[in-house]
């Protein structure tokens, strides 16, 4: 299991006897908080794991796949396979570049000298506290993830940049259009987070351990 | 009550009669939704809430403030006063910029081309999820919100774009230490939050309404 797949399966083909299969996957589950201590009964239920496994139709790694592939089943999890370049595009968007955003913004706010951190803190209630908890990941694991999807990071990252000063520019010379365009198309998105099951509407997020 | 309070303030202070007082606040608290629905007895329990008197020490506005402070504080709510270009500048750092941030980033994830907005939606539990919460908030109010705090927005923003870019380079030359040590310091920032009892560290955000 991990964020990133692409370099670590090749890696790990070539270090492993040709006997063993090797078929990498990733629950698509978690808290900012690691290790088995952070761990809880319905961790994986209604989440996603995806397999990445290698390009191999012999009938004993089919099988490997489909074995890895209950396993996560039964542990209440949805399980999707895909390419391994594919995963780690689709986790650049969906996690490494959310967690880069969440750290570098903390990061400003931590370095203002005219807000005090103690500000930050107490006012964190209206939306930067969300970020604070996505920027208390593991920094060792969250370097590792950076430096081993660096291409497909930079490149969802490039777009990431492009759009917000687009958006700068908006805010400058007072278009309210645009802001009203995009922060409408916005709201569609996360009607399908709620719909695909991912989080609920509730102040809670229904991320109730019971 | 309202996010940006320097630019309101003013122009309300000019339409209402001299006999009329003016005490511009903001509860820093609620969730991405809007209108009375959207309340609950607890909302107000624990957060704060910022009071930007005028610059008056007549005893009968400095009783109104008073009063206000006590109806919010009846409510559950902490209250701090503070200057109203302070408050628009705090809640650029701690409101506005993550509220763009989170517009932006989904707004890029929903326009790729390799992923679809589909995947996007099943593995958003991976960080991206959290950012629709914020980029589901009223797009009329959030148009104006960066349209009135224009000055400080811009500011907090072009700052955040510095330390991106810093950060975008370390990626690409591979920095790992300068990774480490920012992603180590945020955690520091999630500490502070949470003492300041605005989280809790489980996994439903101690957001449960009961």
């Given at each position: 299991?991990?964020s990133?797949?692409a ?5 790990l083909?070539a270090?492993v006897?040709a006997?063993v299969?090797?078929?990498p ?11 088995p201590?952070?761990g809880f009964?319905?961790l994986?239920?209604n989440?996603?794991t ?8 012999d009938?004993?790694?089919l099988e490997?796949?489909q074995?890895l592939a209950?396993?996560?089943?039964a542990l209440?999890?949805k399980v999707e ?9 689709v986790?650049a968007v ?7 955003i969440?750290y570098?913004?903390?990061g400003?706010?931590a370095d203002?000298e005219?807000v ?5 803190m ?7 506290r969300?970020?604070t908890?996505?920027a208390a990941?593991d920094p ?5 993830i ?11 990252l490039g777009?990431f ?10 805010i400058?010379?007072?278009d309210?259009?645009?802001?009203y365009?995009l922060f ?5 998105i996360r009607?399908?987070?709620?719909q695909?099951g991912?989080?609920s509407a509730?102040?809670?997020f ?5």
């Amino acid at each position: 299991v991990g964020s990133v797949k692409a370099a670590v399966a090749e890696a790990l083909v070539a270090a492993v006897p040709a006997s063993v299969f090797v078929v990498p996957g990733h629950p698509i589950a978690g808290t900012e908080q690691s290790g088995p201590d952070a761990g809880f009964a319905e961790l994986f239920q209604n989440r996603w794991t995806i397999l990445t496994p290698q390009a191999r139709d012999d009938d004993a790694y089919l099988e490997a796949v489909q074995r890895l592939a209950d396993f996560w089943s039964a542990l209440g999890a949805k399980v999707e396979r895909m390419d391994e370049k594919h995963h780690d595009l689709v986790l650049a968007v969906t996690s490494h570049l959310p967690h880069l955003i969440a750290y570098n913004i903390v990061g400003t706010a931590a370095d203002l000298e005219e807000v005090t951190q103690a500000e930050v803190m107490k006012f964190s209630a209206g939306g930067f506290r969300d970020f604070t908890r996505i920027a208390a990941s593991d920094p060792t694991m969250w370097r590792d993830i950076f430096l081993g999807n660096k291409d497909a990071v930079l490149e969802i990252l490039g777009r990431f940049t492009e759009d917000l000063q687009a958006l700068s520019r908006a805010i400058r010379w007072g278009d309210g259009d645009k802001l009203y365009d995009l922060f409408s198309r916005t709201r569609e998105i996360r009607r399908g987070v709620i719909q695909a099951g991912q989080e609920s509407a509730e102040p809670n997020f229904g991320r109730d351990r019971r």
